[in-house]
T-cell receptor
Framework: DTEVTQTPKHLVMGMTNKKSLKCEQHMGHRAMYWYKQKAKKPPELMFVYSYEKLSINESVPSRFSPECPNSSLLNLHLHALQPEDSALYLC?????????????FGPGTRLLVL | QKEVEQNSGPLSVPEGAIASLNCTYSDRVSQSFFWYRQYSGKSPELIMSIYSNGDKEDGRFTAQLNKASQYVSLLIRDSQPSDSATYLCAVLDTGRRALTFGSGTRLQVQP
């Protein structure tokens, strides 16, 4: 089973709202990722968690706040977003054991900021 | 800046033909390479991974890697209309555990 789940599938929020995206995997993977994908562009890395610790933040604005409550869950808290933050937000996971590991993506959350 | 380059396409092939998708990468020490397929509005789906020079076959798909030329390709045999999608080449930055994606090649298989 290589399933990564994400909720919600779609989200519309205003610039003053606070919302959270959720990601879950039960493959025993120890690395989890957030990517952002704008229309007709490739995914771009935002954050990497390795063994529940934040290991990479790709200079993401503080209005995006990641959280990894345990090895199976990854959240992305959103606050005071801008319309240009509208995108497909992808969660991925991998074993984080060697250089040949594969990242598996969830279905994504399509976010629209009004 | 580590870069992954792909032709954006569209690459149009007739049904039943071989589709050839190409990718070059800039980081000479890269060891892990992936092809993902992405349908419009969906998330990337892993098609193939390849780590050693040469060919790797899985059904109708063959990945080819040439580390000396820093070149990765994906061949799709007997192309079907359902193969019409954007194909993303990705290279793993081992130190950061992060994928760098090419811009993707849009493949259109004409019935």
């Amino acid at each position: 089973d290589t399933e990564v789940t994400q909720t919600p599938k779609h989200l519309v929020m205003g610039m003053t709202n606070k919302k959270s995206l959720k990601c879950e995997q039960h493959m025993g993977h120890r690395a989890m990722y957030w990517y952002k994908q704008k229309a007709k562009k490739p995914p771009e890395l935002m954050f990497v968690y390795s063994y529940e610790k934040l290991s990479i933040n790709e200079s993401v604005p503080s209005r995006f706040s990641p959280e990894c409550p345990n090895s199976s869950l990854l959240n992305l808290h959103l606050h005071a977003l801008q319309p240009e933050d509208s995108a497909l937000y992808l969660c991925a996971s991998s074993q984080d054991r060697d250089s040949q590991e594969t990242q598996y993506f969830g279905p994504g959350t399509r976010l629209l900021v009004l | 800046q580590k870069e992954v380059e792909q032709n954006s396409g569209p690459l149009s092939v007739p049904e039943g033909a071989i589709a050839s998708l190409n990718c070059t990468y800039s980081d000479r020490v890269s060891q892990s390479f992936f092809w993902y397929r992405q349908y419009s509005g969906k998330s990337p789906e892993l098609i193939m991974s390849i780590y050693s020079n040469g060919d790797k076959e899985d059904g109708r798909f063959t990945a080819q890697l040439n580390k000396a030329s820093q070149y990765v390709s994906l061949l799709i045999r007997d192309s079907q209309p359902s193969d019409s999608a954007t194909y993303l080449c990705a290279v793993l930055d081992t130190g950061r555990r992060a994928l760098t994606f090419g811009s993707g090649t849009r493949l259109q298989v004409q019935p």
